[in-house]
T-cell receptor, first 109, second 115 residues
């Protein structure tokens, strides 16, 4: 079957660094997306990884290991506005996104 | 730029009634999707369309129907609503020809409560 596993909730301090992990099992694989979703709002695109390695985009970086079925999202210099849910979504052999339940990140001052 | 517009924003509906959630995009994207999002669960795909005139079933299509008469519009219809269809519904679009290989742009969501 297809399965996504990411922590339900994480807490971090403003200015710090946090890593949100995601492990997945899919029928085939065609890349992995990370989306950010603030409470009561729509998801917005953060990153897309299709090859192994680290993709850096400003304060956010995303890592992928296809052989391990593992990805993480790294957020640096945390700001209060980073309080949100972070959704991991690998794609299967049919290019369908398989969505995780998301990790709720709480930033404390 | 409007992007994707959904209507209504929220609705309370009596069980057994029909309802159409509207979705319009102005980005000329080929692919469009309807998802539902429930607490503690990931987004689940209801129906999709990879181009005008074609539609396909997603993970949870039962009780829902869609049409794609043109590029811009992708309405979702509940023929006879049931309480288990209480959810937040998101419409999304992508300019990628392959489903799921391009960035998704989401509407603001429609919160539906079926009593």
């Amino acid at each position: 079957g297809q399965n996504i596993d990411q922590p339900t909730e994480m807490t971090a301090t403003e200015g710090a660094i946090v890593q949100i992990n995601c492990t997945y099992q899919t029928s085939g694989f065609n890349g992995l997306f990370w989306y950010q979703q603030h409470a009561g709002e729509a998801p917005t695109f953060l990153s897309y990884n299709v090859l192994d390695g680290l993709e850096e985009k400003g304060r956010f970086s995303s890592f992928l290991s296809r052989s391990k079925g593992y990805s993480y999202l790294l957020l640096k210099e945390l700001q209060m506005k980073d309080s949100a849910s972070y959704l991991c979504a690998p794609t299967d052999s049919n290019y369908q996104l398989i969505w995780g339940a998301g990790t709720k990140l709480i930033i404390k001052p | 730029t409007a992007g994707i517009t959904q209507a209504p924003t929220s609705q309370i509906l009596a069980a057994g009634r029909s309802m159409t959630l509207r979705c319009t995009q102005d980005m000329r994207h080929n692919a469009m999707y309807w998802y539902r999002q429930d607490l503690g669960l990931g987004l689940r795909l209801i129906h999709y369309s990879n181009t005008a005139g074609t539609t396909g079933k997603g993970e949870v299509p039962d009780g829902y129907s869609v049409s794609r008469a043109n590029t811009d519009d992708f309405p979702l219809t509940l023929a006879s609503a049931v309480p288990s269809q209480t959810s937040v519904y998101f419409c999304a679009s992508s300019d990628s020809g392959d489903l799921g290989s391009g960035e998704l742009f989401f509407g603001e969501g429609s919160r539906l409560t079926v009593l």
